[in-house]
């Protein structure tokens, strides 16, 4: 089993960055594909980005393509989530996950564990 705990989460100005953390223990994170969710208030939980575990694939929403940059240094047992050209539509509880299945999935069924979460909120 692997513990899950985000930060990095904050008040940011629309157009500005942020930089998520997502730090693991328990477990090696070589041995999970990782992904990040986010919620908004009154919305279900979304996929935003996930990398496989060797961090050479990757997968993005359509929504923060371009803007949003996942990885991982497996060394160290984390995941990062680089936020650029925040929108205040990028509002939202940021949530860290590790799938056990190799395959790299939008599916939030799919992932077996997840983080507390982190606020991110970016104003207009």
């Known amino acids: 089993q692997v513990q899950l705990v985000e930060s990095g989460g904050g008040l940011v100005q629309a157009g500005g960055s942020l930089r998520l953390s997502c730090a693991a223990s328990g477990r090696t994170l070589s041995s999970y594909v990782m992904a990040w969710f986010r919620q908004a208030p009154g919305k279900e939980r979304e996929f935003v980005a996930a990398?496989?575990?060797?961090?050479?694939?990757?997968r993005y929403a359509d929504s923060v393509k371009g803007r949003y940059t996942i990885s991982r240094d497996n060394a160290k047992n984390t995941v990062a989530l680089q936020m650029n050209s925040l929108k205040p539509e990028d509002t939202a509880v940021y949530y860290c996950a590790a799938s056990v299945s190799p395959v790299i999935t939008a599916t939030r069924g799919r992932y077996d564990y997840w983080g507390q979460g982190t606020q991110v909120t970016v104003s207009s």
């Open positions: 990398i496989g575990r060797s961090g050479t694939t990757t």
